[in-house]
């Protein structure tokens, strides 16, 4: 069957079950969307306000499905607005595959209108991209790009299409399977590797297991529990591996790192043993790293091999999909005779009870005074029962929601880990109640990062996308405001923000509910009317303490055991 490029190119979305896509139009991708046109009833696609949206929205829908999240963007500056997005995910390990429009080959390198090379701007932060120059590779080059996205240490791939391969025509056939000769993901784990894993987890006195993202992203929650209750050490969690172990549980000492919990940072730094399962070591959990773990031999399961060591020497490296490993850490744990020492273990869970009195993130909610942003996070974890998807921007609330808000299932809690991009929050809460329209879906932001992708308001009114956002408005960017207390003697260099628009007023302009709350004794009111209006998007704008700090606190060279903890 010969069919058009623009026709070859919905065929594969709909052979690779792709129900969503995200996107904004432009010249060099007028055919595609010609042909999306015509089915719409096959490929659902939503009209972003901008290109980076479109990106964000489809990290938020990969993030609480586990499955790729597609973008097409259109040549030039829709390519480049797209690149934000693409760096994140690929911070992230946020399976992507972005299809950009590009000009006709002719005139490729001929600075043509809206030209840019877009595979050489994105090489540095994608897993891989793609030029397609026949398009009878066009079909070939999607499968891969779906099967790189999705398979080892999951990322975005981007695909460049120039416009007259989208007109051009050729017979078509999609592969079932496809093979790469120079990438093949390890999966199963080295059994040597698992044995001495074991003995050092039997040997330990002190042990900590130390889980991340990639734990989420293998669909491992419910190996990793099993495995962690059979061991019956403590664990903690990185930001990314937030809900992977349920938070309610007894072992769960807290999120660690800079603004990790006290017990959770403590034992990390005297544990005798480091289990750590995907995650990366990043330097927001090591703090510095000659004070990281200087007492424990690490075990480092994680399927890029390039991320073992990389940060911080291990002892004992397992490459391999976290999921397969825990299975055979697990059966390897359960064939032998012996137990952890019992006995260790106790003093080990005493010591960190102690750490536990320290109740570091106790705050005091004064009714008669100004909102603390704790407040409101621990307000809403309440009425929602732990069970809504959280998505947040980045900045102090971002480290609130994290801490207050509970997690007990893994997906639930979508965010910019690594690159931290503000305005992340409401475009990938567009993408999770696009892919679970039934669910509440929040977005916690700030009123700094909402103004970043603030016309996605827009897309949310053609929707009919019922989100509540909660931002907590204190009129400062207030991490930067925080940094500024504490390390530049309170000069708030551009930290101020200045001429903040009326956010009920723009809600309303956009068509949703807006809500502007001063006082504690509203704030649980407010949320509970967001939470019955379960078919609008309402904006509850939180007039915060303005001087509020997130704690604990690692500041930047120490060790992760020298927190600040008021």
């Not at 690779?16 to 696609?45: C, M, R, S, W």
Request: glycine share 8%; proline share 5%.
């Amino acid at each position: 069957m010969e069919l058009t490029g623009a026709e070859i190119f919905v065929e594969c979305l709909k052979a690779e079950g792709v129900d969503t896509i995200f996107g904004y139009p432009g010249g060099a991708v007028l055919f595609i969307y010609d042909e999306l046109y015509k089915q719409q009833d096959k490929v659902n696609h939503i009209l972003v306000r901008h290109e980076q949206g479109a990106v964000h929205a489809a990290e938020g829908y990969a993030k609480a499905t586990n499955k790729p999240g597609v973008a097409l963007v259109t040549s030039g500056p829709g390519a480049t607005n797209a690149v934000t997005g693409i760096a994140d995910a690929y911070m992230d390990s946020v399976p992507l595959v972005v299809f950009t429009g590009q000009v006709p080959r002719h005139l490729i390198g001929n600075d043509a209108f809206q030209e840019v090379d877009i595979v050489g701007i994105t090489r540095p932060c994608v897993k891989h991209n793609f030029l397609v120059t026949d398009v009878r590779d066009l079909a070939s080059t999607i499968k891969k790009a779906f099967y790189i996205a999705s398979t080892g240490r999951p990322g975005p791939v981007l695909v460049d299409i120039p416009k007259d391969i989208t007109t051009a025509r050729c017979e078509f056939h999609y592969p079932n399977e496809i093979t790469m000769r120079s990438y093949n993901p390890t999966y199963k784990g080295n059994k040597r590797q698992v044995r001495r894993a074991i003995d050092l987890m039997l040997e330990a006195k002190r042990p900590v297991l130390y889980t991340g993202g990639g734990v989420v992203l293998s669909g491992a929650a419910h190996e990793l529990t099993e495995f962690t209750r059979e061991l019956g050490f403590p664990i903690t969690e990185t930001l990314m591996g937030l809900g992977a172990f349920p938070s309610m549980d007894k072992q769960f000492v807290g999120m660690l790192g800079m603004h990790g919990t006290y017990e959770a940072n403590n034992a990390m730094h005297h544990a005798d043993l480091v289990i750590a399962i995907g995650a990366r070591f990043d330097d927001r959990v090591t703090g510095n790293i000659e004070k990281f773990c200087p007492y424990a031999k690490i075990i480092h399961v994680d399927i890029d091999p390039a991320s073992i060591s990389k940060n911080v020497k291990v002892d004992v490296p397992i490459v391999g999909d976290v999921k397969h490993v825990i299975i055979d850490l697990l059966e390897e744990l359960r064939s032998r005779e012996e137990r952890p020492d019992a006995s260790a273990l106790a003093d080990w869970w005493k010591q960190i009870g102690e750490w536990r009195k320290a109740d570091c993130l106790k705050y005091n909610q004064d009714m008669n005074a100004e909102i603390r942003a704790q407040f409101v996070i621990e307000k809403f974890w309440e009425l929602t029962s732990g069970d809504a998807y959280i998505c947040s921007d980045v900045g102090q609330h971002q480290m609130w929601a994290a801490q207050y808000y509970r997690f007990n299932k893994p997906n639930r809690w979508i965010n910019s880990g690594g690159l931290g991009t503000m305005g992340f929050g409401l475009p990938a809460a567009m993408g999770v109640q696009m892919a679970f329209p039934e669910e509440t879906v929040a977005c916690v932001t700030g009123d700094g990062s909402i103004q970043m992708c603030i016309q996605e308001l827009a897309t949310c009114t053609q929707y009919h996308l019922p989100i509540k956002i909660l931002c907590l408005n204190n009129g400062y960017l207030g991490m930067v405001r925080q940094w500024q207390e504490f390390f530049y003697q309170k000069r708030y260099a551009s930290s101020y923000m200045d001429a903040l628009p009326d956010f009920v007023k723009l809600a309303e302009a956009y068509g949703h509910v807006g809500m502007r709350i001063e006082k504690p004794s509203d704030v649980e009111g407010a949320l509970k009317e967001s939470l019955i209006m379960k078919d609008r998007l309402v904006f509850m704008d939180f007039i915060t303490m303005q001087e509020n700090n997130v704690y604990p606190m690692v500041p930047a060279g120490a060790g992760h055991n020298e927190m600040i903890l008021v």
